[in-house]
């Protein structure tokens, strides 16, 4: 299985997404995933429009784009949290 | 990890206003605090009306992360509004859903990717509908900084002694 490049954004690509990203991080390491995780300001995602497999953000997503993009909101509420972990870790698995 | 500030100046009790009011008082109160650059102010006003940071939780009590880009930053700093009435906020990721936060933790930071385990601790913070609670209940600065100080990472908080 093909290494997934995984762009985790947020706003500011500074707050929000490290946190996502950490999570994330630990949750393809207890799976045993291995997974190239990019952490952006939404801004950026324009620039691995072409490479990645999967948005994670907190950011609202204007634009379409030719990969699967999951809300992570979840991640700092900690409400559907778990149904955010199963989508994002189906995505991986594929 | 850096460290992270807090002081009673950095808290606001019983904050009333619009939310544009309520972040502008925050922010410049940050000015003059010499946290942050006066650029900071309508950077994190308008970063909120672009990306903004309302969070519902599991409590009654909804929270709003505002922060803005690292440029605008001088030292790594947490500012807290307990507010009066809840203020509407618009929830992040959401195109037109609100909230009415009554709590908001403005958030200055210099560096990307970093506190990580300030931010975490203040989402586990935002989960327990216990602690948050006894936030919004705290009668005076101090209990804020205190119960703050406990819970979150801040390794170079004075509450109180400055």
Same mark, same amino acid.
């Given at each position: 299985?093909?290494?997934?490049?995984?762009?985790?954004?947020?706003?500011?690509?500074?707050?929000?997404?490290?946190?996502?990203?950490?999570?994330?991080?630990?949750?393809?390491?207890?799976?045993?995933?291995?997974?190239?995780?990019?952490?952006?300001?939404?801004?950026?995602?324009?620039?691995?429009?072409?490479?990645?497999?999967?948005?994670?953000?907190?950011?609202?997503?204007?634009?379409?784009?030719?990969?699967?993009?999951?809300?992570?909101?979840?991640?700092?509420?900690?409400?559907?949290?778990?149904?955010?972990?199963?989508?994002?870790?189906?995505?991986?698995?594929? | 990890?850096?460290?992270?500030?807090?002081?009673?100046?950095?808290?606001?009790?019983?904050?009333?206003?619009?939310?544009?009011?309520?972040?502008?008082?925050?922010?410049?109160?940050?000015?003059?605090?010499?946290?942050?650059?006066?650029?900071?102010?309508?950077?994190?006003?308008?970063?909120?009306?672009?990306?903004?940071?309302?969070?519902?939780?599991?409590?009654?009590?909804?929270?709003?992360?505002?922060?803005?880009?690292?440029?605008?930053?001088?030292?790594? $700093?947490?500012?807290?509004?307990?507010? &009066? /009435?809840? =203020?509407?906020?618009?929830?992040?990721?959401?195109? +037109?859903?609100?909230? @009415?936060?009554?709590?908001?933790?403005?958030?200055?930071?210099?560096?990307?990717?970093?506190?990580?385990?300030?931010?975490?601790?203040?989402?586990?913070?935002?989960?327990?509908?216990?602690?948050?609670? $006894?936030?919004?209940?705290?009668?005076? &600065? /101090?209990? =804020?900084?205190?119960?703050?100080?406990?819970?979150? +990472?801040?390794?170079? @908080?004075?509450?109180?002694?400055?």
């Amino acid at each position: 299985m093909a290494k997934k490049q995984v762009l985790v954004a947020c706003g500011a690509g500074i707050a929000t997404s490290t946190v996502v990203n950490s999570a994330i991080e630990e949750m393809a390491k207890e799976n045993k995933i291995d997974v190239n995780l990019i952490q952006i300001k939404i801004a950026e995602v324009n620039t691995y429009v072409d490479t990645a497999d999967l948005l994670v953000t907190t950011a609202m997503v204007k634009t379409a784009y030719p990969f699967p993009v999951i809300n992570a909101r979840s991640f700092l509420t900690g409400i559907g949290l778990e149904e955010t972990k199963e989508e994002i870790l189906k995505e991986l698995k594929k | 990890m850096a460290d992270f500030y807090l002081d009673e100046n950095l808290v606001f009790l019983q904050a009333a206003g619009t939310r544009e009011e309520i972040l502008r008082e925050m922010a410049e109160n940050l000015v003059k605090e010499e946290l942050v650059k006066t650029s900071f102010v309508t950077g994190v006003i308008e970063r909120e009306k672009e990306y903004p940071t309302g969070l519902p939780t599991s409590s009654s009590l909804s929270v709003a992360i505002p922060h803005t880009d690292i440029e605008h930053v001088k030292k790594d $700093a947490i500012s807290i509004a307990l507010l &009066k /009435e809840p =203020v509407a906020f618009r929830v992040m990721g959401e195109a +037109s859903m609100e909230t @009415s936060v009554s709590i908001i933790f403005m958030l200055a930071m210099q560096q990307s990717h970093a506190q990580l385990t300030l931010l975490r601790d203040l989402m586990d913070f935002l989960q327990n509908e216990t602690t948050l609670q $006894a936030l919004y209940d705290s009668k005076t &600065k /101090e209990d =804020v900084v205190k119960l703050i100080d406990r819970k979150l +990472s801040l390794s170079a @908080s004075k509450g109180g002694d400055r």
